[in-house]
């Protein structure tokens, strides 16, 4: 009698073995599938940029800087027309602005803290779009028109930055800047630019001078 009762008891705990080891299997099934459910959702929720805003935005300036002054002129050119020509929030304007501010060399960060320069870009921002202005294209300048001098032991590259504008219904003007750029850690930084001339252009130039 003793040994059945014993057999009884060893096959309840067998059961019981086997049922805590089922539930510990499916315990962990079922967390793995939620991990997996939790990770797709996650990278469905990676949005993908798509418009010219947001492609600008999450550009990796620390990873793919221009090399050349050109280059860096054609982003200053493609930030600016997006700052100036888009509707943006406030946080999307602020990376735009931090997006230029790596283009900056040292020496103009310091000529230009950063609330300071938001401030003052956001309000010239303002004027611009008050004013119905739009910029339709610009031109940055190659080849032998960028001139390269040593200054101070500095590298340093001179070149302009054409800006197309619609300065109402059928009214265009052509804008030029001219900026200096120094070698900062082997990358191209600005140093310093001025507006230049203003002229009138027709809507063939501004339409017709994109890259």
Not at 121 to 135: A, M, P
Not at 140 to 162: F, M, P
Not at 186 to 197: E, M, P, Y
Request: proline fraction near 2%; include cysteine.
């Amino acid at each position: 009698m003793s040994k059945s009762v014993e057999f009884v008891a060893k096959k309840r705990r067998s059961i019981v073995t086997f049922s805590f080891v089922i539930c510990l299997v499916a315990v962990a099934a079922i967390g793995g599938y939620y991990q997996v459910m939790k990770r797709q959702k996650m990278q469905s929720e990676v949005k993908i940029p798509t418009t010219e805003l947001e492609k600008l935005i999450a550009k990796d300036l620390d990873i793919g800087y221009p090399e050349t002054p050109t280059e860096v002129m054609k982003l200053w050119g493609r930030l600016n027309q997006c700052i100036y020509n888009s509707k943006t929030d406030d946080e999307q304007f602020k990376a735009l602005v931090l997006q230029i501010r790596k283009m900056y060399s040292t020496d103009l960060l310091e000529q230009n803290p950063e609330e300071q320069h938001i401030q003052k870009f956001s309000e010239e921002v303002e004027q611009f779009k008050d004013d119905k202005k739009k910029i339709v294209s610009y031109n940055a300048e190659t080849g032998s028109a960028v001139q390269y001098k040593t200054i101070n032991n500095r590298e340093c590259a001179y070149l302009k930055i054409s800006y197309f504008m619609n300065t109402g219904k059928s009214s265009y003007a052509k804008t030029f800047q001219d900026f200096i750029l120094v070698k900062q850690n082997d990358r191209w930084k600005i140093l310093g630019f001025k507006q230049g001339q203003q002229e009138e252009a027709s809507k063939e130039e501004a339409t017709g001078s994109e890259e």
